[in-house]
T-cell receptor
Framework: GESVGLHLPTLSVQEGDNSIINCAYSNSASDYFIWYKQESGKGPQFIIDIRSNMDKRQGQRVTVLLNKTVKHLSLQIAATQPGDSAVYFCAENQSSGYALNFGKGTSLLVTP | ETGVTQTPRHLVMGMTNKKSLKCEQHLGHNAMYWYKQSAKKPLELMFVYNFKEQTENNSVPSRFSPECPNSSHLFLHLHTLQPEDSALYLC????????????FGQGTRLTVV
């Protein structure tokens, strides 16, 4: 069936560098995308979302880019900090959908 | 805190036991969800409730039985589980189904022995 997947299972970055986490999706009907952060022992926490009528959205230290042509989504984290170490999930939904469909997750490790 | 509370946080049960997971939200949301999170797998949607009505059962075995008595509470009744059912069970809620952010609880870590 349709799926959401991530390019890399793990990503290691140095503190202070920028991080880029990528995600590919296959459902052309997807029109809502969201990034979650999950720390050990906790549930997923919302980071940022974007709708298909946009190609970029910025939050505090985070930017999400959407390329509908190639069905690709990315999360950029500026000046990565140790507290950013977590697993990051992308998810998608459709306006007619029932629930978010999640990708596998990328583990981000921030080293000093 | 996201406003979604799950109990218990941890549960160990035998294959012949019956137990229930509880989820509660007072965010005024109308949709509630159960997801299963196993190691090395994406979050798997199990059930969706919208305005207390089940709108999605994602081919979940009958040994998992959901109950939604009102828009604020969601239960997952468990019976005769298998060891492969051991996982983190996450509850989430959202204002509605469709294109909207879901708020997750901390999850119940279930171990079936």
């Amino acid at each position: 069936g349709e799926s959401v997947g991530l390019h890399l299972p793990t990503l290691s970055v140095q503190e202070g560098d920028n991080s880029i986490i990528n995600c590919a999706y296959s459902n052309s009907a997807s029109d809502y995308f969201i990034w979650y952060k999950q720390e050990s022992g906790k549930g997923p926490q919302f980071i940022i979302d974007i709708r298909s009528n946009m190609d970029k959205r910025q939050g505090q230290r985070v930017t999400v880019l959407l390329n509908k042509t190639v069905k690709h989504l990315s999360l950029q984290i500026a000046a990565t900090q140790p507290g950013d170490s977590a697993v990051y999930f992308c998810a998608e939904n459709q306006s007619s959908g029932y629930a978010l469909n999640f990708g596998k997750g990328t583990s981000l490790l921030v080293t000093p | 805190e996201t406003g979604v509370t799950q109990t218990p946080r941890h549960l160990v049960m035998g294959m012949t036991n019956k137990k229930s997971l509880k989820c509660e939200q007072h965010l005024g949301h109308n949709a509630m969800y159960w997801y299963k999170q196993s190691a090395k797998k994406p979050l798997e949607l199990m059930f969706v409730y919208n305005f207390k009505e089940q709108t999605e059962n994602n081919s979940v075995p009958s040994r998992f039985s959901p109950e939604c008595p009102n828009s604020s509470h969601l239960f997952l009744h468990l019976h005769t589980l298998q060891p492969e059912d051991s996982a983190l069970y996450l509850c989430a809620s959202s204002l509605s189904t469709g294109n909207t952010e879901a708020f997750f609880g901390q999850g119940t870590r279930l171990t079936v022995v």
